[in-house]
């Protein structure tokens, strides 16, 4: 008897680096992969808040940002399912990667949201990145791996005056000695609106923000991300899951990867504004 395959969660390497996006798009789209549009919806309502409060365009900070995608969500009217139709389209095919390019930046200026934020990238997907700032989806990318190495000076620079540093599907790839770093690097009124999968302990994490002054609350309503590609993806993301102490009735165990969004703000802006009242349809 051949023992069972080990257990793990999905490699989808080969699609997060490649020149554009339409292999990312096409082989997520059949997994019904949502938390980018969920990110996107919480992102916007953060902005709302810290715009009005500061009264200029608001900077975002992408972790692990791949090729823009939360970028183009925010900074359009198009929803997942839309840009999805973009790159899978048939007539997209066959365009070279410049064509793809030049259609991108059509949607950007076509879709544009009058309030569209300045957005910065960081991933180390190189390819991705580099697509993402040449269509204008990103202002600027950074190609580092802060989890082995120390911030670059030109990193650095790029986080000044961010408002906002968004993940929405990092960690795991990432951890807290990332977050650990950009803390220290972005201006101490800076929010985190981190997803994390329930797979992963998010605690190391909230004690690095909090060694910065940041208080975590985590929002009771979980969101899908995506579904399992198969039986020995779910079996791990339940294991690991219920090792962490979660219930995975109806979530996990119904077939879908299940996140929970932490909002990660300064004691006083937390003091202030409680997270049921800043994101009540997550029922904080």
């Keep these: 008897m051949s023992p069972e395959p080990p257990l793990h969660k999905a490699d989808f390497g080969t699609i997060y680096d490649r020149p554009d996006p339409r292999a990312y798009y096409a082989t997520l789209e059949p997994l019904d992969y949502a938390i980018p549009q969920h990110g ?35 900074k359009t009217d198009l929803d997942l399912g ?63 791996n802060l989890e082995t190495d120390s911030p670059s000076d030109a990193l650095a620079e790029q986080l000044r005056e961010v408002d906002l540093v968004t993940t929405t599907g990092g960690v795991g ?66 294991a690991e899951a219920t090792a962490l102490g979660f219930d995975t009735t109806g979530k996990e165990e119904a077939g879908f990867f299940h996140a929970e969004l932490h909002v990660s703000r300064p004691e006083a802006d937390a003091d202030a504004l409680p997270l049921g009242e800043l994101l009540p349809a997550f029922g904080g």
């Design 40 to 74: 996107c919806d919480v992102a916007a309502r953060l902005l709302e808040v810290l715009e009005e409060r500061r009264r200029a365009t608001p900077t975002v900070l992408d972790v692990c940002c791949s090729y823009g995608v939360l970028a183009m969500l925010l």
């Design 82 to 144: 839309k840009l999805t139709e973009h790159y899978t389209s048939p007539d997209h095919a066959s365009l070279t990667v410049e064509e793809l390019r030049d259609a991108d930046r059509a949607v950007l200026q076509t879709h544009r949201h009058p309030r569209a934020p300045r957005v910065v990238g960081l991933d180390v997907a190189s390819h991705a990145v580099g697509y993402a700032v040449s269509t204008g989806a990103l202002e600027e990318g950074a190609v580092e």
């Design 173 to 238: 790839y990432v951890t807290e000695a990332t977050y650990d770093a950009l803390a220290g690097l972005v201006p101490d009124s800076t929010w985190f609106a981190t997803f994390c999968l329930r797979t992963y302990d998010f605690t190391p994490v909230a004690d690095a923000f909090a060694r910065h002054g940041l208080r975590t609350e985590t929002a009771p309503r979980t969101v899908r991300q995506r579904r399992f590609t198969d039986a020995d993806e779910q079996r791990w993301a339940v």
